[in-house]
């Protein structure tokens, strides 16, 4: 694992921390685990995945916001605040993972 990092650091140019302050990039996570009206939808288990998606963007010295079930309008929010907040601070890294389920036509 700590070959990968290494790897990662030199190839991607992501900083180790303590290099500058504050952490080398920004992540924001957004699971939709539970739906309005389908508890049969629900995404069971998803909350491990965000788990182990966090620790993994963290080992790769990024601040992680995790958000949980959002309406549209408070997704759209986020969305805004965490662009907002990359204009401001300038990370090395951003990443954004949307959980849910999905189809064709439409994410739900």
Do not use: W
Request: proline share 2%; with cysteine.
């Amino acid at each position: 694992v700590k070959e990968v990092k290494q790897i990662i650091m030199e190839n991607y140019k992501i900083r180790e921390a303590g290099e500058k302050e504050g952490e080398a990039g920004m992540a924001l996570v957004i699971n939709i685990e539970h739906f309005v009206g389908k508890p049969e939808d629900a995404r069971l288990g998803s909350e491990e995945d965000v788990k182990i998606l966090e620790s993994t963007l963290k080992y790769l010295n990024l601040d992680v916001k995790i958000k949980r079930d959002l309406k549209k309008r408070e997704f759209v929010s986020e969305m805004l605040d965490f662009i907002a907040t990359l204009e401001n601070n300038k990370p090395d890294i951003a990443v954004i993972c949307i959980m849910s389920h999905g189809d064709e036509d439409s994410i739900v």
